[in-house]
């Protein structure tokens, strides 16, 4: 039982690159997040899907898109990658209940240059 | 002034020593996430509370939803503890995690 995968681990960009960061859940989680974790701030939810098909706004999604694939994977899409886009990346998921716990990948390393 | 605030910042305690870190919030939540992140790793949920207290381990966990209040405890602390401990709440009628807000993070250190 992997749980929350995401991949890659680490990545480095030129300014103005793309590139789409990928997560799948094992878990048969309907809701699925995008986090940025930066120095000396708290997560921060850029996207997430509630279902499959569905996908909303969180608190910084400028710059990002995401894609819902399928009830088992969410992917997030930096199409012109900017400076200000270097942060740490994780996914999570979570049953679509009041009472769940939410479960996170290892994280992705982006490095913007 | 940030929803959720964690103290300390950071934390250097020899091993054994008994550990809090607090966290206060300033909304109507309907849970409390205490998670874990290992440097260089993944985040782990420890906790979900809503009420009360609870246990795994040597890890406890409490709520005081009167007084917007959470600690996380632990017990006979082990330099496998290093990490940094994250609060997060949930806003009272928020369905599901996508409205939580974390808190900025404890750095513990257990030094041998």
């Known amino acids: 039982n992997a749980g929350v995968t995401q991949t890659p681990k680490f990545q480095v960009l030129k300014t103005g690159q793309s590139m789409t960061l990928q997560c799948a859940q094992d878990?048969?989680?309907?809701?699925m997040y995008w986090y940025r974790q930066d120095p000396g701030m708290g997560l921060r939810l850029i996207y997430y899907s509630a279902s499959e098909g569905t996908t909303d706004k969180g608190e910084v999604p400028n710059g990002y898109n995401v894609s819902r694939l399928n009830k088992r994977e969410f992917s997030l899409r930096l199409e012109s990658a900017a400076p200000s886009q270097t942060s740490v990346y994780f996914c999570?998921?979570?049953?679509?209940?009041?009472?769940?716990?939410?479960?996170f990948g290892q994280g992705t390393r982006l490095t913007v240059v | 002034k940030n929803e959720v605030e964690q103290s300390p910042q950071n934390l250097t305690a020899q091993e054994g020593e008994f550990i809090t870190i607090n966290c206060s919030y300033s909304v109507g939540i309907s849970a409390l996430h205490w998670l874990q992140q290992h440097p260089g790793g993944g985040i782990v949920s420890l906790f979900m509370?809503?009420?009360g207290k609870k246990k795994h381990g040597r890890l406890i966990a409490t709520i005081n939803i009167q007084e917007k209040h959470s600690s996380l405890h632990i017990t006979a602390s082990h330099p496998r503890d290093s990490a940094v401990y994250i609060c997060?709440?949930?806003?009272?009628?928020?369905?599901?995690?996508?409205?939580?807000?974390f808190g900025t993070g404890t750095r513990l250190t257990i030094i041998p």
């Open positions: 997060a709440v949930r806003p009272t009628a928020y369905f599901g995690n996508e409205k939580l807000t």
């Open positions: 999570a998921s979570s049953a679509r209940d009041r009472d769940t716990e939410a479960f």
């Open positions: 509370l809503s009420s």
């Open positions: 878990m048969n989680h309907n809701s």
